[in-house]
């Protein structure tokens, strides 16, 4: 992953580079009221709603016994998928959602995930827990849950072991109307329409579990998967999507953009988790009952994506200075180490209001990016990661993280709107990093919504916004916090950390004061 750097000096050099980011300048004292600007910005430059995906690999309980269950668990069903996190998901307004991996999708085979469920074939999934995979949930499978959601499905076709005709045939059962055998197939399965699936990523993590490549090798073996990745007119046009880099890796960035036409791929990835160590070797941190030091360094970690993005972006920009290629983080969140006694290949981890603050300030960065990331998926939705449903049989809970996708999902496809303040620093033994993150937008409506993260655990934040060219004469608002930066909720107490109704703000004149309580998530409604 990324190396080490001096969070600090990257976001005073880095962060004035894209349009739209929080300027971090000289700190105010505590006592000081930090004023805010919310500028007019640029109607052509919206926060795209897909910023606000999600991910489901074959691994642990995603999958199996999260969105698909057991014929015999009392939850409500619809087949085999269970209806309760449908809904859940529905509510936030899901937009996109990433099937089969992960490193999975470049073992995955389609054909062995369609027609009768009987006569599927098996498989180990040697990359989670070595797991007997009975392919039961596949292609029609995973559609009708996208269907079901509402949202638009993103495939991974299989690079790393597949072959370029195994993909194409994937593209033409899905998409063609013509009369070929994979289409017949189709109908015969019980589709008859084409499901007119527009996003592909060619290959996952092709420095890695996808193949170990290198920059060079993988531009060409992507060309020729690209080449024969058709579009049918039944269907709408590809979204041809590179697999990209892994956290700051300038290099593999740099050689996609240099080597691929830009009418070849759509959009290009990039990987880049939270660890609270920072560390891929040896303990990666605990999910909870972690300390105010060890909460500390998980935020330092994940500010780094700041200038990550903003790297890769003026890589970017160098080759494609229209911005037509977008840039999709498509795997982001925190890792920790796995719950003690569960399966280390599965992957299962709490969630508490320390991810609820690592989401936010994530979701502030992407937002104000918005003239380049038109995409992100939280690894993982159900049961995985950073995941916003948690299950045990018949119960489910909702995370803290997803009630901040229930807040954020006012700015999905609004109008970004740059904020400019001056962060105070949140300091912890000598140690300091920004106290506060924001991020705006309007909507179609006119309605003005301002997200605000204060990752002080002790001190809150006043704050007096100006709005020049904005009309407003009511604010309300939602927030999310709790006494402890560890707590969260759990079977027995679904509801130790959720949202509350936020009476702070207030119409000054033609300014906005509002004081944000410490370690808290907070978005404004201006109407």
């Known amino acids: 992953m990324s190396q080490p750097f001096s969070l600090p000096r990257l976001l005073r050099q880095t962060l004035g580079l894209a349009t739209g980011l929080v300027l971090l300048t000289a700190a105010p004292t505590e006592a000081q009221t ?8 640029n109607p052509k430059v919206v926060i795209s709603k897909h910023i606000y995906g999600h991910f489901a690999e074959h691994l642990g309980r995603c999958i199996y016994d999260g969105f698909w269950v057991d014929e015999k668990l009392n939850v409500p069903k619809q087949g085999r998928i269970r209806m309760d996190i449908v809904e859940a998901l529905r509510k936030i307004k899901v937009p996109n959602l990433r099937w089969p991996g992960g490193c999975f999708a470049d073992t995955y085979h389609w054909r062995d995930g369609v027609g009768s469920a009987a006569q599927r074939p098996k498989m180990l999934n040697m990359w989670w827990g070595n797991n007997l995979e009975d392919n039961s949930f596949g292609t029609h499978e995973f559609l009708e849950l996208c269907k079901l959601l509402g949202t638009e499905p993103y495939l991974a076709a299989n690079v790393g072991s597949g072959t370029v005709q195994e993909m194409a045939g994937w593209m033409e059962y899905l998409n063609s109307n013509d009369d070929t055998p994979l289409v017949l197939e189709r109908r015969k399965n019980g589709h008859p329409e084409p499901y007119g699936v527009s996003w592909w990523g060619i290959g996952n993590e092709s420095w890695g579990c996808g193949g170990n490549m290198t920059a060079e090798y993988y531009t060409d073996v992507y060309k020729r998967y690209a080449t024969f990745a058709h579009s049918y007119p039944a269907s709408p046009p590809l979204k041809k999507i590179v697999s990209g880099a892994n956290g700051d890796d300038a290099h593999w960035t740099e050689t996609c953009m240099k080597n691929i036409p830009l009418n ?36 330092r970690n994940c500010l780094k994506i700041d200038a990550v993005v903003t790297k890769h972006a003026a890589i970017m920009d160098k080759y494609d200075k229209d911005k037509k290629v977008a840039l999709l983080v498509d795997e982001w969140g925190v890792w920790t180490d796995v719950e003690p006694g569960t399966n280390p290949g599965h992957l299962y981890q709490q969630n508490t209001l320390r991810d609820a603050l690592v989401a936010g300030t994530t979701l502030n960065i992407f937002n104000n990016h918005a003239d380049r990331v038109r995409g992100a998926n939280l690894a993982q939705a159900v049961n995985v990661l950073q995941a916003l449903v948690l299950t045990d049989k018949e119960r489910m809970l909702l995370t803290p993280t997803y009630h901040v996708f229930d807040l954020y999902q006012v700015h999905q496809d609004a109008q970004l709107l740059p904020l400019q303040f001056a962060s105070p620093d949140y300091v912890l033994n000598g140690e300091k990093l920004p106290a506060l993150n924001a991020s705006a937008s309007r909507d179609k409506a006119g309605v003005v919504h301002i997200s605000l993260v204060n990752l002080d655990t002790k001190k809150s934040q006043k704050l007096e916004t100006v709005l020049p060219g904005v009309s407003w004469k009511t604010v309300s608002g939602r927030i999310l916090t709790s006494g402890n930066v560890a707590d969260h909720n759990t079977f027995d107490k679904p509801n130790n950390v959720k949202l509350a109704a936020f009476n702070g703000a207030r119409k000054r004149g033609d300014k906005l004061s509002v004081e944000v309580p410490p370690q808290s998530v907070l978005v404004l409604e201006l109407k």
């Not at 930090?34 to 910005?41: A, F, K, S």
Request: charged share 10%.
């Open 34 to 41: 930090i004023p805010i600007t919310v500028q007019p910005g």
């Open 264 to 299: 070849q791929m759509w959009g290009l990835t990039l990987h880049q988790y939270t660890l609270p160590t920072g560390s891929w070797t040896g303990s990666k941190g605990k999910a909870t009952g972690f300390d105010e030091q060890q909460y500390f360094n998980t935020l």
